[in-house]
Nanobody
């Protein structure tokens, strides 16, 4: 059974940095696309970034390009999201997710809160 467990959220001032981690377990993820999503209060969940586990190919939402970096540690089965130059509009619950191929994201973590104070 796939489990995704996020950590690393917290409170940070505008311009600060945080690194989120997502520990993945339950299977080999080499063929998976792993992503980060976020949901702010009163808003729909939105895509942040994704990485293809096998090749390391990445994709980002325009709103975070140049500020956030998605990466992975295959030996630790852990996904990361380095977030720099944080802004109040980045405040949200951040989720990691996993899927195979063209399907919808099938597996989700429980989320971790990121709050950026102005």
């Amino acid at each position: 059974q796939v489990q995704l467990v996020e950590s690393g959220g917290g409170l940070v001032q505008t311009g600060g940095s945080l690194r989120l981690a997502c520990a993945a377990s339950g299977r080999t993820f080499s063929g998976y696309l792993m992503g980060w999503f976020r949901q702010a209060p009163g808003k729909e969940r939105e895509f942040v970034a994704a990485i293809y586990w096998r090749t390391g190919t990445t994709n980002y939402a325009d709103s975070v390009k140049g500020r956030f970096t998605i990466s992975k540690d295959s030996a630790k089965n852990t996904l990361y999201l380095q977030m720099n130059s944080l802004q109040p509009e980045d405040t949200a619950v951040y989720y990691c997710a996993a899927k195979v191929g063209q399907s919808s994201y099938e597996y989700w973590g429980q989320g971790t809160q990121v709050t950026v104070s102005s």
